[in-house]
């Protein structure tokens, strides 16, 4: 077994629902960010990827039919490489890099591409196929941006509710309040526009040509700076009357792509780079669907066991934002220093395309390691229907090279 190691990172900014990325095609998205990964590593012969694994979530409109593949010929990329698409919901392009960590750790290939891509806006309605041509009754679209649809008549009743009806359940049961709730929300905005300002993402988002007079979409467009817990505390709740979850302190619904580039040692020479961070632990969980934000509680557990460290040794830990709530409750179990999780922003005020949300907690963490010289971070995701995944990652510095 050999180890398997980050080398490059890139992303497309991550679009408001129906916002500048709303005319892009997520197949489109993906050559972007495919082409963007590609770019910081221009020693690189394209045909030297022995696979491409690509997460998605959706796939049942533009980026259906293997979009990976499509990213891999969009991007302009030899036939010769293969590419598969995997879809574990929001996990999907983490679980990528999984993936191709293990093959490059198997022996079956030196470097992998991984990432992921969502367009919700794009996101089709669909209608369940009758099973008799023209059926005397009404049909209904459904629409494929987020949730569950067509549910199984057999699946508990208690498991089918929304991913915020499961979260105000979690706030319930952990007594986390709406205060600390639009606190963290507010911190997220904030540090967002701080990495930006500061320059940390100008090297790990590439633009994103939209046409019209604006020129290139740059910057993550759903990052409001000016928000504070006082101004989100005048919001509605979105899912109960009397309830604390609302579209302040939950993460939007989004637009966007990102790659991630893991290889060998051995691959380092072909590919021009050193590399940045080895893939030191992963973990997956599960536990009942209505419960999935409380589940990288125990994915990250198993992650820092197979890395034979404890969160006494982590500088750094990238988990999804997905709801203010479960990220409190994670951080709370994991009994960790909050100013550690997410210092350059989270997914409340950055976004979190689904499929492409794993891609950019793995390109940030190793950029935060880097730039603090940190040894060791935790990347996070819970996923729907009760999963998380988690990726524990080893700064690679020269004196432990």
């Not at 960790?336 to 390109?363: E, F, M, Q, Y």
């Not at 950029?367 to 990347?379: F, K, P, T």
């Amino acid at each position: 077994m050999v180890d398997s190691y980050v080398y490059a990172a890139a992303r497309t900014p991550f679009g408001r629902f129906r916002g500048a990325l709303s005319d892009v095609r997520p197949d489109d998205l993906a050559a972007l960010a495919v082409s963007g990964v590609l770019a910081g590593t221009p020693s690189l012969d394209p045909a030297a990827i022995g696979d491409v694994v690509w997460g998605n979530a959706n796939g049942a409109g533009e980026d259906n039919r293997n979009v990976g593949r499509m990213a891999v010929l969009l991007a302009g990329l030899p036939t010769s490489v293969p590419a598969t698409t995997v879809n574990r919901l929001c996990g999907s392009s983490l679980d990528a890099a999984i993936i191709g960590s293990r093959a490059i750790e198997t022996g079956d290939t030196d470097i992998v591409l991984t990432g992921g891509v969502e367009s919700m806006t794009r996101a089709p309605w669909v209608l369940p196929k009758p099973s008799r041509g023209f059926p005397a009754g009404d049909m209904t679209a459904v629409s494929t941006t987020l949730g569950w649809r067509l549910v199984n008549e057999r699946m508990p009743a208690e498991w089918t509710v929304s991913l915020g009806e499961a979260n105000e359940m979690l706030a319930e049961e952990f007594g986390i309040s709406r205060e600390r709730q639009d606190e963290f929300a507010a911190r997220s905005h904030h540090l967002a526009d701080e990495a930006w300002a500061s320059g940390f993402y100008d090297d790990l988002v590439v633009p994103v040509e939209v046409g019209g007079d604006g020129g290139p979409f740059s910057r993550d467009e759903g990052i409001r700076p000016g928000s504070t817990a006082r101004k989100l505390a005048g919001l509605k709740p979105a899912f109960r009357p009397d309830g604390v979850i609302t579209a302040g302190n939950a993460s939007p619904l989004n637009d966007g792509a990102s790659a991630v580039l893991l290889g060998s040692r051995e691959a380092s020479s072909r590919i021009g780079l050193a590399p940045q961070a080895r893939i030191a632990g992963r973990g997956v969980s599960a536990l009942e669907p209505r419960m999935f934000g409380f589940a990288p509680v125990e994915a990250a557990g198993r992650a820092l066991r197979r890395a034979g460290i404890s969160w006494s040794d982590v500088s750094a830990v990238e988990l999804n934002e997905a709801f203010a709530v479960q990220s409190l409750a994670c951080v709370d179990a994991w009994g960790i220093d909050p100013g550690i999780v997410n210092a350059k922003g989270g997914a409340i005020a950055i976004g979190h395309p689904l499929g492409a949300s794993g891609g950019r907690l793995l390109g940030t963490l190793t950029a935060r390691l880097r730039e603090s010289g940190g040894r060791w971070g935790v990347a996070a995701i819970c996923i729907g229907v009760g999963q998380a995944l988690a990726v524990v990652l080893e700064n690679v510095t020269e004196d432990r090279a």
